[in-house]
């Protein structure tokens, strides 16, 4: 009995021992995926950036010279006497000028809605942890066009989310980024209590290391709860 008794508690063992390391890879499986939703997300934007900003080019340079050349035979013929009384030419003229300036505003719209998709892209990653939960606030006239910066933000705010889960023990990590006369403002904290004073491991100065190559600033706190505190400021 007391060989059996060993037996089933060692099978219990090796059962919670399994059924947790399937757990930990079940969890580890959903952040590797969330972070290539989140990749995905934001290369699909960048491609549909590129192919704006491809098509605003064509639009200018193509047709917005040729129907210039077009205005400027126009208004040579308009000045011959024997067409100058017609209205033909001075129709034509019209139509070529209002087309060339609905051109350029079609250009002008193409090259103003570029911008990645960053919100959806960092709700793609904070999706899968069931702590802390994301409160994100992006300002309206904030655009990031360039994939590198779009990626380090992007970065930053998943290893926060990271130390508030594993570290901080933190309910609410709340993230904003807004514009400011020098560039863009990033802060985030939660709402987590740290254990000691801030140390910067792999995860902080990978990020410092980060704002660094994008020529920004940043300077790491404590929240008001007593959670981690991070301010990242990057030029325009």
């Known amino acids: 009995m007391t060989l059996i008794n060993i037996g089933f508690q060692a099978l219990a063992g090796l059962c ?32 549909r950036d590129a192919e704006r900003l491809r098509v605003a080019r064509e639009l200018h340079d193509v047709a917005g010279h040729k129907l210039t050349a077009m205005k400027l035979n126009l208004r040579a013929l308009a000045s011959d006497p024997v067409f100058a009384a017609r209205d033909e030419v001075r129709i034509a003229q019209q139509l070529s000028t209002e087309l060339l300036d609905d051109i350029r ?30 409160r994100l606030a992006i300002a309206d006239g904030v655009k990031v066009e360039d994939p ?12 926060c989310l990271t130390n508030a ?15 400011e ?11 987590g209590r740290l254990k000691g004073r801030i140390h910067e491991g792999n995860g902080l100065s990978g990020i410092r290391e980060r704002v660094a190559a994008l020529g920004g600033e940043m300077q790491l706190g404590s929240s008001a709860s007593g959670g981690l505190r991070l301010d990242v400021r990057l030029p325009a």
């Open 16 to 47: 919670v021992h399994y059924a947790r390391r399937a757990e930990d890879s079940r969890d580890q499986l959903a952040l590797v995926n969330a972070d290539l939703l989140a990749t995905r997300a934001l290369l699909a934007d960048s491609a």
């Open 105 to 134: 505003s079609v250009v002008q719209a193409l090259r103003d809605a570029r911008g990645l998709d960053l919100q959806t892209a960092i709700r793609a990653l904070a999706a899968p942890l069931p702590r802390p939960a994301l």
């Open 148 to 159: 590198a910066v779009a990626e380090s933000l992007l970065r930053i705010v998943q290893e």
């Open 165 to 179: 889960a594993r570290h901080a023990n933190a309910d609410t990590l709340t993230v904003s980024l807004n514009n």
């Open 181 to 191: 006369d020098a560039g863009m403002h990033l802060h985030i904290e939660d709402d």
